[in-house]
């Protein structure tokens, strides 16, 4: 597992002649990919607008900030009046459709204004990975449908019906699970090595994709300065992950070591799940996730459980 990224920031994506995007906007910029993205390429433009929906604690120096609700076209529009690249990051957990419109709404802004080019955020997930088999950007779609995935699947078509209408700007990145100090996916680890067990699938000894989080900013950089083909079917999509193979075991393992370096102790000790089948194997399981999601079901289970309450507590 890298704690630095691997080559040169300047370095382009394969066969790509590289320009130099002048002001940027970027969204979710309180993020900790986006944030860090700033931190780590902000003074190589001629300025950044970090769209927020409130302002940081601390604010990143030479950046313009700006409150925006990126589920209101106009609000984006505004946010993005001067800028001619827009970095997509944001992505609403709490509200997974408005995710999608969200999208919608960056794309009009990006049509109405001088943005030239936009990369989008998407993840791994939306590939099929119920075989053993590479995953690359041909694999099919994802069986295992979760809201999540659901969702980004929902705005990769959208992206694709832009560009097929002519909306040719755009660039997709599939990062694998993003580790670094702040990101959710190293905090669950952190977590893990301080309890007293962790369950995994065959022990941890099956394949984690991941990649540091600086990678990924500079693949977010490299998406931003080349140059692509504007002829093609639809836009061009890139996984990012890093290097060699790491395991499981060996992800949460690092994370234990990261703790020692920091003066807290792990108690890590990793045991086998119950059961090596995997969830996207089972597809009555599927089909409940389908349903249990679906709008009318969850906005029922909302009501049921402001009306209803918590056991034990005042409903």
């Not at 997509?88 to 794309?107: C, G, K, L, M, S």
């Not at 969830?279 to 009318?296: C, Q, R, Y």
């Amino acid at each position: 597992m890298s704690e630095r990224h691997n080559d040169s920031p300047d370095r382009t994506l394969p066969g790509a002649a590289a320009h130099q995007p002048g002001r940027v906007a970027v969204s979710g910029a309180n993020g900790f990919i986006a944030r860090r993205f700033i931190e780590l390429y902000g003074s190589r433009f001629d300025g950044v607008a970090a769209l927020v929906r409130s302002l940081p604690t601390e604010e990143l120096p030479g950046v313009d900030y700006r409150i925006c609700d990126i589920t209101q076209a106009h609000a984006v529009r505004f946010g993005a009046r001067d800028c001619d690249a827009f970095v997509h990051f944001a992505y609403d957990f709490r509200n997974r459709p408005h995710a999608v419109a969200a999208t919608e709404n960056v794309i009009s802004a990006c049509k109405a204004g001088s943005v030239a080019r936009l990369v989008h955020l998407s993840t791994n997930a939306v590939y099929d990975q119920s075989g053993d088999g590479t995953i690359d950007e041909d694999t099919r779609p994802a069986r295992y449908r979760d809201p999540y995935i659901e969702s980004k699947l929902r705005i990769e078509c959208s992206l694709a019906a832009h560009w097929r209408a002519g909306f040719t700007r755009t660039v997709i990145l599939q990062p694998t699970v993003v580790y670094g100090w702040g990101g959710s996916w190293s905090n669950h680890a952190f977590v893990g090595c301080k309890s007293e067990g962790v369950e995994l699938p065959l022990g941890g000894a099956g394949r984690c994709n991941c990649v540091y989080v600086d990678d990924v900013c500079q693949a977010v950089f490299q998406g931003l300065t080349a140059e692509i083909d504007s002829s093609a079917t639809a836009p061009p999509r890139y996984l990012i992950n890093g290097p060699g193979d790491v395991s499981w075991r060996q992800f949460f393992e690092a994370h234990g070591e990261l703790l020692g370096t920091a003066g807290i102790g792990s108690r890590l000790t990793i045991a086998s799940a119950a059961t090596g089948h995997r969830f996207t194997d089972d597809p009555k399981k599927n089909l409940v996730m389908h349903l249990a999601f679906s709008p009318p079901v969850a906005a029922a289970s909302r009501l049921v459980r402001r009306n209803v309450g918590s056991p034990g507590m005042p409903s």
